[in-house]
């Protein structure tokens, strides 16, 4: 809370380092934006993260852009852009994994960056989805559009609130919806999400986006544990 409203009446502060940021420099600065540890994936396509999905669902890619290490640079990101209304961040940090994307020698273009959706109890707490932002970045470098209401997350039911339960429903791919499909048919949609860690969620969303006819995926996300 305190920091969401030093970030509005100080947004020219660095969102990692807290200095004050140059004339040129934009919400992370010079510095910090070197120091990031990035992970290189998008030069292998056979990278760890592609790697999750194996066996499980076909992806065109998979990669994250940045390093997620405990009390590092990067999770003081990742707690800024969900907790600390710095959307920003996500925005900016969604511009890199875009850049990185964009460098991936692919036959089909992307056609739509698709967030993953939150929950809706969540969404009411934050506010905001942080990947809708992070899609926004990768959709300004990519010249694409973005969906944000192509893939909703299903309503669960009373017998489902017991965690185990659910997360048994949540790797069926039950625990998501599609709307308005038809227009995606045929098509490349890359879902993008902040952190991966065992990659459920996104393989979930990826089963529920195969139903559209034809369709191409890939996966992008900031980071990886
Ligand atoms: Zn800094």
Known sequence: MLRALINLLYPNLCASCQEVLLKNENV?????????PRSSHYQDIENPVAKLFWGKIKLEMALSTFIFVKKGKVQRLMHEL?????TKVGELMGVELGKEIDKIEITDKVDVVVPVPLHKKKLKQRGYNQSVFIAIGVAKVLTCEINT????????????????KYERWENVGSAFTLTDASQYIGKH???VDDVVTTGATLEACCKKLKEIKGVK???GTLASA
Do not use: F, H, P
């Open 82 to 86: 969900k907790y600390n209304g710095n």
């Open 217 to 219: 995926l890939s996966v």
């Open 28 to 36: 992370i600065c010079y510095n910090c934006m070197l120091d990031i």
């Open 149 to 164: 209401t192509l893939l909703k997350r299903a309503e669960r039911s009373e017998s489902q609130t017991k965690k185990s």
């Open 189 to 191: 949609i890359l879902l």
